[in-house]
T-cell receptor, first 115, second 110 residues
Framework: DTEVTQTPKHLVMGMTNKKSLKCEQHMGHRAMYWYKQKAKKPPELMFVYSYEKLSINESVPSRFSPECPNSSLLNLHLHALQPEDSALYLC??????????????FGPGTRLTVL | GEDVEQSLFLSVREGDSSVINCTYTDSSSTYLYWYKQEPGAGLQLLTYIFSNMDMKQDQRLTVLLNKKDKHLSLRIADTQTGDSAIYFCAESGNDYKLSFGAGTTVTVRA
């Protein structure tokens, strides 16, 4: 299995809803990432997990809550989002946490719309 | 994005070569990458080059690196309609982060 999968593909939620995005990889990668991408812009890093521990939080608002239940799974819990949080949320994984070669493999993304 | 710059648009005729350019400022960059993003999809890693190399070729793709000028380019030979996408260059140093350029939208016309 050489891909990163993400569910759901699309999500529409109200500002009072709670929802979760899921990401899975079975490549044995030890680093996993959440990115937010607005249309026609590069991805913006949100969180990095290395060996199932949160390594980087790029000052993301607390309405986004990441979770790494095991080395293959990464979740992003959403609560009380704002319309400006509407974006494509991308998950990625890489074999080698830390410096040096950082080949990141991306999932197809979840298109989130907040009403 | 501030440390990596790319031109925003490129239009190329089918069958011609495309050249996408990128400049970066971080001299401690160890690896540089090219990613492709088709509409509605995630990013696909096309290739990467170590900062001590000056060229890497992989089928229709050729990466050139001028470390002195901090200039990176991606050449796509025999450009096809399926090559229409946004292309991001990115750099990595000694941490977990990739710094992406703004992306170059490549349009292939018949």
């Amino acid at each position: 299995d050489t891909e990163v999968t993400q569910t759901p593909k699309h999500l529409v939620m109200g500002m009072t809803n709670k929802k979760s995005l899921k990401c899975e990889q079975h490549m044995g990668h030890r680093a996993m990432y959440w990115y937010k991408q607005k249309a026609k812009k590069p991805p913006e890093l949100m969180f990095v997990y290395s060996y199932e521990k949160l390594s980087i939080n790029e000052s993301v608002p607390s309405r986004f809550s990441p979770e790494c239940p095991n080395s293959s799974l990464l979740n992003l819990h959403l609560h009380a989002l704002q319309p400006e949080d509407s974006a494509l949320y991308l998950c990625a994984s890489s074999p080698n946490p830390g410096g040096g070669l950082n080949e990141q493999f991306f999932g197809p993304g979840t298109r989130l719309t907040v009403l | 994005g501030e440390d990596v710059e790319q031109s925003l648009f490129l239009s190329v005729r089918e069958g011609d070569s495309s050249v996408i350019n990128c400049t970066y400022t971080d001299s401690s960059s160890t690896y540089l990458y090219w990613y492709k993003q088709e509409p509605g999809a995630g990013l696909q890693l096309l290739t990467y080059i170590f900062s001590n190399m000056d060229m890497k070729q992989d089928q229709r793709l050729t990466v050139l690196l001028n470390k002195k000028d901090k200039h990176l380019s991606l050449r796509i030979a025999d450009t096809q309609t399926g090559d229409s996408a946004i292309y991001f260059c990115a750099e990595s140093g000694n941490d977990y982060k990739l710094s992406f350029g703004a992306g170059t939208t490549v349009t292939v016309r018949a």
